[in-house]
Nanobody
Framework: QVQLVESGGGLVQAGGSLTVSCAASGRTFSRSAMGWFRQAPGEEREFVAAINWGGLSTRYSDSVKGRFTISRDNAKNTLYLQMVSLKPEDTAVYYC???????????????????WGQGTQVTVSS
């Protein structure tokens, strides 16, 4: 079982930067692929970024590629999403998600993730 707790969200001006974190409990964190998703009001939850268990393989949605960086520290059981050049359209609740232990590759398919955090609000003002 994995429990996920996001933090670091907030209000930032367009063009600014923000890093959100996800603290994971459970000894299986290092063997699980992780991902970030986001959901704006009235919209479906969408893929943002994913990372494999070892942190060497990442993937991004086209809308954030070049601006967001996903990383993980397995020693600290923590997942990060560094966001720069933020735009108002990045405003959403950001969720971290984990695949079950042994599913080592990240995915853009939210249905492949077994554990979810409660989300953290990111608001980008124009």
């Amino acid at each position: 079982q994995v429990q996920l707790v996001e933090s670091g969200g907030g209000l930032v001006q367009a063009g600014g930067s923000l890093t959100v974190s996800c603290a994971a409990s459970g000894r299986t964190f290092s063997r699980s692929a992780m991902g970030w998703f986001r959901q704006a009001p009235g919209e479906e939850r969408e893929f943002v970024a994913a990372i494999n268990w070892g942190g060497l393989s990442t993937r991004y949605s086209d809308s954030v590629k070049g601006r967001f960086t996903i990383s993980r520290d397995n020693a600290k059981n923590t997942l990060y999403l560094q966001m720069v050049s933020l735009k108002p359209e990045d405003t959403a609740v950001y969720y971290c998600a984990a695949r079950k232990s042994g599913s080592t590759m990240g995915s853009s398919d939210k249905n492949l993730y077994d554990y979810w955090g409660q989300g953290t609000q990111v608001t980008v003002s124009s």
